[in-house]
C-alpha cells in the first residue's frame, strides 16, 4: 500500500512559527510547543541537563507524532516514557530521507530512548513536516492542500501571476489551465462552502451546530438557511412568505432569497464553465438537511478533483511521469466536474496499478464513515447515530440491506458507537405510524442528557432505531 501521511496526528508540529528558523522547541505542558531561546553553534558547551531533557522531550514528541501520522510500528510508552525500536528510526530515515530526517540528531539507544540533548529547532521541523506532507498522499486538509498547490504553481511557473500575464502562461502551457481550475476550486471550499457540523460547548456541556473550520456559530456559506426563517420555526412564528434559503450575492455580499439561478451564477463566478449535477446529491431542497447535502455534494465533488490533481502531480513528479500527468490534463480531461473526478482516478489506476485501486476502494467505506459522522455528529441523538451505522454497513456490504434482526447490526453498532457522546433518547411506539418516536432523556433541570453511549444504551435503543429504517 502506498504511504499515507494523517497530517492530523501531527497538528502540534504542523503549524510552527516562532518568528526565527533557529528558535530552539520545547514542549509547552499543554499539547503544544513553544520557543525556548535559538540554537547556537556553541550551544552545547553550556547546555545543563534540564535543558538536554527538555530537548529530548521534544524530540520523543516528534518521533511519536511522525509515527502516528505514517502508521509505523516500534514505538511503546510506558509511565509517560516513550521508546523507539531501531527498525522504527530506520524506517523513518527511509520515508523522509537521512538529510531532512537527520536519524543520528535523536541518538535512540539500545533501550529505545532519545539520549542526544541537541535542540530541535523550527528549521529542522519545518523541513520534516514539509517533506511529509509534500512528498506523501495526506488526509485532506485545506491548508496543507494550499501550500501543496502553491508549490506546484511555483514549479509551473504560475506562482503571482494575475491578468493577461496569466491567460498567456496558461495559454502557452500543457495542462495550466487545470491546475488553475484546481486552484479556484480550493479557493472556493476555503471562502464559500462551510458544512455544519456538531460540537460540545464547553461552556454549558451541550450540542451546538457550527460552521466550518473556525466553528463559527453562524453559516457564512454562499448558500445557507436563513437565521430569521430559522429563527421563526423555533419561536412557533409563521414563516409564510419567507425564505428557507438565502443565496450571498457578489455585488455586495449581502444575503437575498435562493433561487437556483442565483446559486448556480455565484458557482460559475468562483468555477467558470463547471457544471456540477446537484440532482445526484439526493436533495429534494424541501429541508435544513437538504441544503446540507447539497453543500456537501458540492463540497466532496470539488474536493475529490483537487486532492486528486495534487496527489498525482506529486507522485507522477517522484515517478518520472509529470509529462505524461499534464498531457493528460491538457488533452484528455473535458467534462462536469463528477466527470473530471472520475477520470483522474482512471488515470491513476491506469498508471499507478491495482494497488491504488484496492486503496481507493478502502477509502470508499472511509467516505461512508466520514459522511456518517457528518450526518450524526458528536453529541447528537443516539437514534441519529445508529441510523448513520446502519446505513453505512449497507452502503458498504450488500448483506445488510437482506437482514432484519438486531443481533445482525448489534455488534458493529457498539463498535462505532460505544463510547462516542450522543444526546440520550426515550421512544414510544406508535401504532398508527408503525413507527417509534425518540426524544430526548431531560435531566433534572430539564435539559437533555449527554453523555458517552454504553453497550446497555444501544441494546436498549436499537431495536427500535432498526425497526424505523426498515
Known sequence: MAIQFDASKATMFRNVDF???NAIANLNGKGGVKANGRYSLFGKFSRTDDQRADNNAVRSALLKALGQAFGLSGMSEEGGVLKFSQDFMARLEQILGSKV??????????????RSGKPLTQRRITAILTKATMAYKTNFDLDIYRAKLDVMKKELGLAGLEGNALKAKISAGTGLR???????????LQTQLFLGHTIINPKTDEPKTVYGPKNESTDRSFIRVNPDYAFYVETGMSTKGMSMYQVRTEDNGLYEPFTKPKRDQVIQKHLPGQVFH???SGSKGLTYEDLEKDKRYLYNTTQLVVQKMVDLYFECKKTGKLG?????????????????????????????????????????????EMERIADAPV????????????????????????????????????????????TIMTFTYDEKRDQYKFVPLLDKHGQPVVRPLTKEDIDQMGPA????TL
Not at 487545470?178 to 472556493?188: H, R
Not at 458498504?396 to 455488534?411: R, S, V
Request: hydrophobic share 35%; proline share 2%; net charge negative.
Open 19 to 21: 518568528g526565527n528558523e
Open 101 to 114: 530526517f537527520k536519524r543520528g540528531d535523536f541518538e535512540v539507544g539500545a533501550d529505545g530512548l532519545v
Open 178 to 188: 487545470a491546475i488553475m481550475l484546481a486552484d479556484k476550486g480550493l479557493n472556493f
Open 278 to 280: 446537484l440532482n445526484w
Open 324 to 368: 505524461a500527468f499534464m498531457s493528460f490534463l491538457e488533452n484528455d480531461w473535458d467534462g462536469c466536474m463528477e466527470e473530471r473526478g472520475k477520470r483522474l482516478t482512471n488515470f491513476e489506476e491506469t498508471h499507478f496499478g491495482r494497488e491504488n485501486v484496492e486503496e481507493e476502494q478502502m477509502s470508499t467505506a472511509q467516505i461512508a
Open 379 to 422: 453529541g447528537s441523538p443516539v437514534d441519529k447515530q445508529i441510523y448513520g451505522v446502519i446505513e453505512e454497513l449497507q452502503k458498504n456490504d450488500p448483506k445488510y440491506k437482506e437482514l432484519e434482526d438486531w443481533k445482525d447490526f448489534a455488534g458493529p453498532v457498539k463498535d462505532k458507537l460505544v463510547g462516542q457522546n450522543a
Open 465 to 468: 432505531a432498526l425497526h424505523n
